[in-house]
């Protein structure tokens, strides 16, 4: 479908914001609204729930805005690359919560429209877009984290079924999620050419999850044991061995989402506040207002400015992913540069709180302080999750760059 012209768009512009502004729910618009901070996950735990987050979620995936550019056909908005960044940009200006934070939106969906079949399509993308099926992602395991392609989780043919035997790791939301988007091993005397990947619905019996809680509090990693699994035939994608493909490809879309949260301050402790003016409560001011700390004020500047340019680029790069065929290896070239510049917020935001911002809980910290530590803890690991940057590098050298392999 051709993009619309400027007089056309403008059209379309007034329909979506009549639109948002006719169905978002109205109690949503105070701040204090009590939603479930999980319901914007979705999923089977949400099927019969009446919570308002469900309610707006349900609005846009019927709309198919959820996934805008996906095709009509699976449930989709079906709109052009010019119209969901119409549709992105009032959604942003009217303050409208997202609908639904999905990894079958992000990772799964665009790789089953590039490499399932026709009746996985149907059956799972439009579940997808209505936020009916929450999805995790079982990648790592315990000896194969950036050597990913040394994975031992096994995947027997049986005849009339899969059946799965082995552990991952650090499997996100893995006690939450419905399904789950697996790489299994189908044949063992070959490395990257033995991978497969399948669906696995995590209610299957011999599926076990346990969470693993994180220096910052947190337990959203588990460990994900599936112990004599059995799984339909039908609930592989693509071909048998030839997963890796796949695996490289949703790789692509996972350091594109990750770099756009990083981009936005996600996972950066951004939720404690601006650092600047969180700098300036902290360390006073000079006679002209601004940070009296020059050395501090020169470093949080230039972060500032990183972050800033880091976002238009994720944006651009956003665009042509989206009118071309999906994100390119450069997203690597982001991943790495979104996870330095977040570690180095959180590494500024508690330099400026002093002891302050080293707080865990009690009285003698503010709220935001202990956000500010918890989310610089967390931080740590932007330069492990969706490829460490040591990978990622590489991915660099050899696929944006085309260095050759050292001797």
Known sequence: MADFGAGELDTFRSDVRAWLEANYPAELRDPGAKVDPEAMWGGRAFEDSDDLQIAWMRKMGEKGWTAPTWPTEY???????????????????GRYRTPLASFGVWMLGPVLLEYANE??????????????IRWCQGYSEPGAGSDLASLQTRCEDKGD?????????????????????????TDTSKKHEGVSFVLIDMRSPGVETRPIQLISGESPFCETFFTDVKIPKENLVGKVNG?????????????????????????????????AEVAKSYCGVDGDGVLADTDLRTRITQNKMNMQCLGLTIGRTAAEAKA??????????????????????SELMIEAMGHQGLGWQGDDYKPGEIIATRG??????????????????????????GLPDPK
């Not at 997963?243 to 936005?264: M, P």
């Not at 071309?324 to 180095?344: D, L, M, W």
């Not at 940057?389 to 696929?399: A, C, D, G, P, W």
């Open 324 to 345: 071309s065929n999906g994100p390119s290896a450069a997203v690597s070239i982001i991943k790495y540069a979104a996870a330095t510049f977040a570690q180095e917020r």
């Open 243 to 275: 997963g890796w493909e796949i695996a490289k490809r949703l790789l692509q879309y996972e350091r594109q989402n990750i770099s756009g949260g990083f981009g936005g301050g996600g996972g950066a402790g951004g939720a404690s506040g601006d650092l």
């Open 376 to 401: 610089w803890l967390r931080s740590k690991g932007n330069s492990i999750e969706g490829g460490t940057s040591e990978v990622n590098l590489n991915v660099i050298s050899k696929r944006v760059l």
């Open 75 to 93: 449930g989709g908005g079906g709109l052009t690359p010019a119209q969901a960044r119409v549709l992105d940009q009032e959604l942003n200006a």
């Open 161 to 185: 079924h899969w059946l799965i035997n082995g552990q991952k790791i650090w499997t996100s939301y893995a006690d939450k999620a419905d399904w789950c988007f697996c790489l299994v091993r």
């Open 119 to 132: 009746d996985q399509k149907r059956e799972h993308l439009p579940k997808i877009i209505k936020g009916e």
